[in-house]
C-alpha cells in the first residue's frame, strides 16, 4: 500500500520479517501481543520515519472485505494514529475494513475515524468502516 494523497506521506507496504517484529517490539515496548503467524504484518512508514505496524486480512467477511487483526503506533498521541488509518481507508477505498475494539478508548478512536459499532452476529461488537459510494 502507498498513500501518495495525503498531507504527510503515508506508506504502509512494507513487509517485516519476524526478526524485525521482535525488533519493533522490544524498542517500543508494544503493548499489543503482535505474532508472527505467517501473517504478513506491514511496517507504516511516514517520510523516513517507522512510526507503527499494521497486521490485515483479507476476505475475512466477505469480498471486499479487510479485517484489521491488530494496529498499533509507536509515538501516541501524535495524530500519527489517525493519519495511518486514513491513509489506510484511502488506499484500501471500496472495501469495508472491520475490527474488534479492545477499550473504551480505542472504540473512541475508531468511532472518530468512521468506524461504527454493530453486532457481529454472536452479540459482540464489531466496528466497521463502510465506504461511501
Known amino acids: 500500500m502507498d498513500n501518495s ?6 506508506k504502509i507496504d512494507t513487509h517485516i520479517s519476524e526478526e524485525t517484529l521482535q525488533i519493533y517490539k522490544e524498542r517500543y515496548t508494544l503493548t499489543l501481543p503482535w505474532k508472527y503467524v505467517g501473517k ?3 511496517l507504516i512508514e511516514m517520510g523516513d520515519q517507522d512510526i507503527g505496524l499494521i497486521d ?4 475475512m467477511y466477505g469480498d471486499k472485505s479487510i479485517h484489521i ?26 472495501n469495508s475494513l472491520y475490527l474488534y475494539a479492545t477499550n473504551t478508548e480505542n472504540k473512541r478512536f475508531w468511532e472518530r475515524n468512521g468506524f461504527l459499532p454493530m453486532d457481529d452476529g454472536t452479540g459482540t461488537i464489531i466496528h466497521c468502516f463502510t465506504p461511501s459510494e
Open 40 to 42: 504478513m504484518i506491514h
Open 69 to 94: 487483526d491488530n494496529f498499533e503506533v509507536f509515538d501516541k498521541s501524535k495524530g500519527h494514529g489517525t493519519a495511518s488509518i486514513q491513509a489506510v481507508i484511502e488506499e484500501l477505498k471500496g
Open 56 to 59: 490485515i486480512s483479507e476476505g
Open 5 to 10: 494523497k495525503t498531507t504527510t506521506q503515508i
